[in-house]
T-cell receptor, first 118, second 115 residues
């Protein structure tokens, strides 16, 4: 069965420092994708970054980058130059494998609560 | 801006009183999803519509139903809410079920409290 694992329930980082949020996954698909979402306390799910399994370059979007290591089945999110507004819950997610229904139906990890401190 | 809009933002309903949550989209996406997210948990898919085709997750309670009268709107109906249905309900859309990563968009959510 597909599994997304986020082993860090909570993380602290100082403002302006970089932080890495871990995500490992397991899937039976050869072609797959990984999302990272940010969820502030207000509740909306904000898309940050996406990596396809056949993308040769690691994805980057502004201060967000993905450290994608396919052999290790990990897709860690790196946030550079942390800001106070980055304090939120962060979820790693991936679409369900084709064999179990496929499509864009997302399975989420348990999330990491990030707190940025002065 | 094209977007996914959920109404209301907050909803309080009484135990057993039917409630309807609304989602609309201006993206013209074919697929609309409903996720339930209980406090301190990850979102969990309840069901989705691909165009007019409804697909229920196996473990979604019968108490939860959905309607999609047209491309733009999708509703989540809870026939007899229980205290355990208190959660954030997130609507999402995607262009289709196969183009991974493209245009997957969430609404701002409806925070439902059952009292």
């Amino acid at each position: 069965a597909q599994k997304i694992t986020q082993t860090q329930p909570g993380m602290f980082v100082q403002e302006k420092e970089a932080v890495t949020l871990d995500c490992t996954y397991d899937t039976s698909d050869q072609s797959y994708g990984l999302f990272w979402y940010k969820q502030p306390s207000s509740g909306e799910m904000i898309f940050l970054i996406y990596q396809g399994s056949y993308d040769e370059q690691n994805a980057t979007e502004g201060r967000y980058s993905l450290n994608f290591q396919k052999a290790r089945k990990s897709a860690n999110l790196v946030i550079s130059a942390s800001q106070l507004g980055d304090s939120a819950m962060y979820f790693c997610a991936m679409p369900r494998p084709i064999l179990t229904g496929g499509g864009n139906k997302l399975t989420f990890g348990t999330g990491t609560q990030l707190k940025v401190e002065l | 801006d094209a977007m996914v809009i959920q109404n209301p933002r907050y909803q309080v309903t009484q135990f057993g009183k039917p409630v309807t949550l609304s989602c609309s989209q201006t993206l013209n996406h074919n697929v609309m999803y409903w996720y339930q997210q209980k406090s301190s948990q990850a979102p969990k898919l309840l069901f989705h519509y691909y165009d007019k085709d409804f697909n229920n997750e196996a473990d979604t309670p019968d108490n939860f139903q959905s309607r999609r009268p047209n491309t733009s709107f999708c509703f989540l109906d809870i026939r007899s809410p229980g205290l355990g249905d208190t959660a954030m309900y997130l609507c999402a859309t995607s262009r289709d079920l196969w183009t991974l990563g493209y245009g997957y968009t969430f609404g701002s959510g409806t925070r439902l409290t059952v009292v």
